[in-house]
């Protein structure tokens, strides 16, 4: 069975400092991993998705994650916050079992606040 | 290109009642997932719909049943809606029904049951 565990349920940092949200994975299967934002009163929006082609993964907004297999993780990071980053943010893995419908299997969600 | 759309936006019933919300995917997407998300909690599976058959369920009750139409919109219905079914529920579209393909998300229905 796959899951995910978000390491931090609240994460702060100041505007121009780095950004650090973790996500550590489990698989039977090589994963499909994503993160997800979501911004009070929207819908989820892709951040950055990993499909088994570069562990180092650019994404929308800055953002970029890296897959390490030997730490099962899928770390977010971003050099430098912007005011307009603060939202909720889901780290996420597809299914890949013997369905394969690719259902997303959601983390607890990591709240980022960013201070001016 | 038209996103993923759903409707209502907000839905306020009783315990007991039933309800239906319906979901509009985006234009080529023959697949539809659902997805509950109650208040700070990360987002549920459902089920998912490919071509109008049911393609995976999560671990909800019978009384969650869903349609896909010919066109790809689908429907979530709830009978019998207990306190907990409050949420907000999420409708995704994808190209197809795998592991690869990004889901898109529309904005969601939050139910209130009271």
């Known amino acids: 069975a796959q899951s995910v565990t978000q390491l931090d349920s609240h994460v702060s940092v100041s505007e121009g400092t780095p950004v650090l949200l973790r996500c550590n994975y489990s698989s039977s299967y090589s994963p499909s991993l994503f993160w997800y934002v979501q911004h009070p009163n929207k819908g989820l929006q892709l951040l950055l998705k990993y499909t088994s082609a570069a562990t180092l993964v650019k994404g929308i907004n800055g953002f970029e994650a890296e897959f390490k297999k030997s730490e099962t993780s899928f770390h977010l990071t971003k050099p430098s916050a912007h005011m307009s980053d603060a939202a909720e943010y889901f780290c996420?893995?597809?299914?890949?079992?013997?369905?394969?419908?690719?259902?997303?299997?959601f983390g607890q969600g990591t709240t980022l606040q960013v201070k001016p | 290109e038209t996103g993923v759309t759903q409707s209502p936006t907000h839905l306020i019933k009783t315990r007991g009642q039933q309800v239906t919300l319906r979901c509009s995917s985006q234009s080529g997407h023959n697949t539809v997932s659902w997805y509950q998300q109650a208040l700070g909690q990360g987002p549920q599976f459902i089920f998912q719909?490919?071509?109008?058959?049911?393609?995976g369920r999560g671990n909800f009750p019978p009384r969650f049943s869903g349609l896909q139409f010919p066109n790809y919109s689908s429907e979530l219905n709830v009978n019998a809606l207990e306190l907990d079914d409050s949420a907000l529920y999420l409708c995704a579209s994808s190209l197809v029904a795998d592991s690869y393909n990004e889901q898109f998300f529309g904005p969601g229905t939050r139910l209130t049951v009271l």
């Open positions: 719909y490919y071509r109008e058959e049911e393609n």
């Open positions: 996420v893995v597809s299914d890949r079992g013997s369905s394969n419908t690719g259902k997303l299997i």
